[in-house]
């Protein structure tokens, strides 16, 4: 009997626990802070079984990653690299979705001299983002041609018929590792030069993209691209970017929500406030007798007619809606509300949407290649989200435990005994990419 551990019951843990649990001979222990949401996945199954886990309490969580064969972390990421020690003491392998740190770079050489695979990027984005792409740029190479440029953007998104409210977004997953996302700093290859912007100045920095018989969408920056030069060896690419796809009017709206400070994570000084509406006022500097909406206008160079100011109102950042008492900065209330006003239904489905752009040059000709994904979200059932995050990690899992990945030490997956099982087998659950390829 093979044992995995799952640390997490997060919203895109059911589909991971579910497949391994469908394969026979898989034991799966789910290890979370909050037992019942574990019970729950694990849903009395034979082989299954739930733990409560306060991963702060070090002897319980090495004891459960020693008595594993692989463990999965979908814990936040600031917890990998613990994990990941764990599992090289105890010569376990490990597999995460999240991207890899610095300080889990530095475990390389320890993980080989112990035998052990830490599998990190092994989800939606990052992860198939990887191996399509991986898997368009083998196969131009081995046709003898090179790559010159390479964009990939990728959008979790309301289906076109869930799109019902002002944002044109909906959270099927806690909204704070997007709110976070949002103050990133973005850098990227474009034409041979580096391109980089701060923070703050992210979604100043925006374009208008047809993904065609899909949509159009607001397309910007995420993170540092420049990496991916090297990570996907394209030594003869002058542009490398990678990307966000959202639904128009997102990125003007984010920018003023974050010159407001809304995003901040430093509890504001002598606010002694209780309202949304009064931490607003606080923000802009104003006092009780002014119009809130107009004054939030006035302070952003708006009109107060603008659709900004009345996403803002929509969302209720003039309400007198009493503040989270469990919660003390600008962000953590935004999280609050942005859940509670902007969340996927069950009876609604969300999208994902991944494109990849090309430009490959042989020697006798030029292409422009395009590698599309579009995926939906089942009705009362997974997300998007989660089966694209899930799965491909899952089938990791089961490559691992088969010994169909024999490499040992800090990776992601780039190469092709890792992408071709997964791309094959996401196929077979209809996660299918479109390509096509035309003559520049």
């Not at 944002?167 to 030069?193: C, H, T």
């Not at 980089?196 to 047809?210: A, H, K």
């Not at 071709?420 to 659950?429: H, R, T, V």
Request: aromatic content about 8%; overall charge negative.
């Amino acid at each position: 009997m093979k044992r995995i551990l799952v640390l997490g019951a997060g919203m895109v843990s059911k589909p991971l626990v579910r497949y391994l649990l469908d394969q026979p001979d898989y034991h799966v222990k789910m290890a979370s802070r909050t037992v019942s949401k574990a019970e729950k996945i694990i849903n009395f199954h034979k082989r299954g079984e739930a733990e409560a886990l306060n991963v702060s309490d070090d002897v319980q969580l090495e004891k459960l990653v020693s008595e594993s064969d692989v463990t999965v972390s979908l814990l936040p990421y600031t917890y990998h690299v613990k994990v990941a020690k764990l599992c090289i003491k105890h010569k376990k392998h490990l597999v995460t979705t999240s991207y890899v740190s610095d300080e889990m770079h530095k475990l390389d050489d320890k993980a080989k001299d112990a035998g052990v695979l830490l599998l990190n990027e092994s989800g939606l984005d990052p992860g198939i983002d990887h191996m399509s792409a991986m898997r368009v740029i083998h196969d131009v190479e081995s046709k003898g041609g090179k790559i010159v440029s390479f964009r990939s953007t990728t959008g979790a998104l309301p289906s076109h018929e869930a799109n019902t409210n002002p944002f044109g977004y909906k959270f099927s997953w806690s909204p704070r590792g997007v709110l976070l996302a949002s103050r990133n700093p973005s850098k990227w290859l474009q034409d041979g030069e580096e391109v980089s912007y701060p923070g703050e100045q992210l979604f100043e920095n925006y374009i208008l993209q047809d993904v065609p018989g899909i949509g159009t969408f607001e397309n910007y920056p995420n993170r540092n691209s420049v990496p991916y030069k090297d990570i996907y060896g394209l030594k003869d690419a002058d542009t490398v970017y990678r990307g966000t796809f959202r639904m128009t009017g997102w990125c003007e709206t984010m920018r003023k929500i974050v010159a407001l400070g809304w995003l901040t994570e430093e509890s504001p000084e002598e606010f002694c406030g209780e309202t949304y509406g009064d931490l607003t006022r606080y923000l802009i500097g104003v006092g009780q007798d002014e119009n809130l909406p107009k004054a939030t206008a006035s302070f952003l160079g708006l009109e107060v007619y603008s659709t900004v100011i009345k996403r803002l109102e929509w969302l209720g950042l003039f309400d007198n809606e009493p503040l989270p008492k469990d919660k003390d900065n600008p962000l953590d209330y935004l999280n609050v509300l942005t859940l509670e006003k902007m969340s996927l239904d069950k009876k609604e489905r969300d999208m994902i949407v991944m494109h990849h752009e090309f430009v490959a040059e042989y020697p006798s000709k030029k292409e422009y290649i395009t590698s599309t994904l579009l995926d939906y979200g089942i009705l009362n059932g997974d997300s998007a989200v989660a089966r694209t995050v899930a799965l491909p990690a899952a089938i990791a899992v089961k490559m691992i435990l088969e010994g169909k990945i024999e490499i040992t030490g800090t990776h992601i997956p780039v190469i092709p005994e890792i992408y071709n099982p997964i791309l094959d087998e996401l196929e077979e659950m209809d996660i299918t990419f479109k390509e096509e390829a035309k003559g520049i």
